[in-house]
C-alpha cells in the first residue's frame, strides 16, 4: 500500500509562507496525492489534490516532485486559523489518514 | 444542505445498548465512507459505499457494526452491543464518485460516549 511520511509538527510566524512536505515514495502511477486538514474538534477539511502538475485553489499551492516521490503543501500567507493538523494521503480507497503535521501559526 | 450532515453530533449511551449513527452525503455525491477518529489518534477507515454497494466491508472492527444506504444517499452506522472502546468520533465523508481524482468531504463527525 502508498504510505506517506510528514514530520510531526511544524511552526510557522503569522504572514509567512507555509511549507509542509510529504514524502510518498512508493506511489503508483494512478494515484493522486491529497492534502487535507483538521481543526481541533472538526472533521478533516479538503484543500487540495493533484497527480503530476503542480496544483493552485484559494486556498494553497501543491507542488509535486518529477518522480513524485514527494509534494509539499504551500499555505502562501499563514494566519492563525491556519493552525491545524495536515494530512497527506495517497490512496483514495481505504486511507488511514495517520497523524499527520500539526502546523503552529505563531503571532 | 452544502455540506455533509451528521445527526447526532453527540451520543452518551449505556455499555451494551444499540446506537445508530446517520450521515447525510452532499447531494449528487455518490460514494459514501464512513472512519472512526480516538482522541489523539489518526482516522481510521471503516467502510464505503459505491452507490447503495459497500465492496469493502474489512475495516468494520467486529460484527456488532454495520452499515447501510439506502436510495444512494442517507446512510446509518449502526453499533450494537456497545462498549467502552468503542467511544470514539465517527466521521462520514461523500465524493463525487469512488475512485482516484475526487476528494472526499467531511461531516463535522459525531462524537459517542459509552458510560
Known amino acids: 500500500d502508498a504510505k506517506t511520511t510528514q514530520p510531526p509538527s511544524m511552526d510557522c510566524a503569522e504572514g509567512r509562507a507555509a511549507n509542509l512536505p510529504c514524502n510518498h515514495s512508493t506511489i503508483s502511477g494512478n494515484e493522486y496525492v491529497y492534502w487535507y486538514r483538521q481543526i481541533h474538534s472538526q472533521g478533516p477539511q479538503y484543500i487540495i489534490h493533484g497527480l503530476k502538475n503542480n496544483e493552485t485553489n484559494e486556498m494553497a499551492s501543491l507542488i509535486i516532485t518529477e518522480d513524485r516521490k514527494s509534494s509539499t503543501l504551500i499555505l502562501p500567507h499563514a494566519t492563525l486559523r491556519d493552525t491545524a493538523v495536515y494530512y497527506c494521503?495517497?490512496?483514495?480507497?481505504?486511507?488511514?489518514f495517520g497523524t499527520g503535521t500539526k502546523l503552529q501559526v505563531i503571532p | 444542505g452544502a455540506g455533509v450532515s451528521q445527526s447526532p453530533s453527540n451520543k452518551v449511551t449505556e455499555k451494551g445498548k444499540d446506537v445508530e449513527l446517520r450521515c447525510d452525503p452532499i447531494?449528487?455525491?455518490?460514494?459514501l465512507y464512513w472512519y472512526r477518529q480516538s482522541l489523539g489518534q489518526g482516522l481510521e477507515f471503516l467502510i464505503y459505499f459505491q452507490g447503495n454497494s459497500a465492496p469493502d466491508k474489512s475495516g468494520l472492527p467486529s460484527d456488532r457494526f454495520s452499515a447501510e444506504r439506502t436510495g444512494g444517499s442517507v446512510s446509518t452506522l449502526t453499533i450494537q452491543r456497545t462498549q467502552q472502546e468503542d467511544s470514539a468520533v465517527y466521521l462520514c465523508?461523500?465524493?463525487?464518485?469512488?475512485?482516484?481524482?475526487?476528494?472526499?468531504?467531511f461531516g463535522n463527525g459525531t462524537r459517542l460516549t459509552v458510560t
Open positions: 494521503i495517497v490512496r483514495w480507497q481505504k486511507v488511514t
Open positions: 465523508a461523500s465524493s463525487l464518485e469512488a475512485g482516484e481524482g475526487s476528494p472526499l468531504h
Open positions: 447531494s449528487g455525491h455518490t460514494a
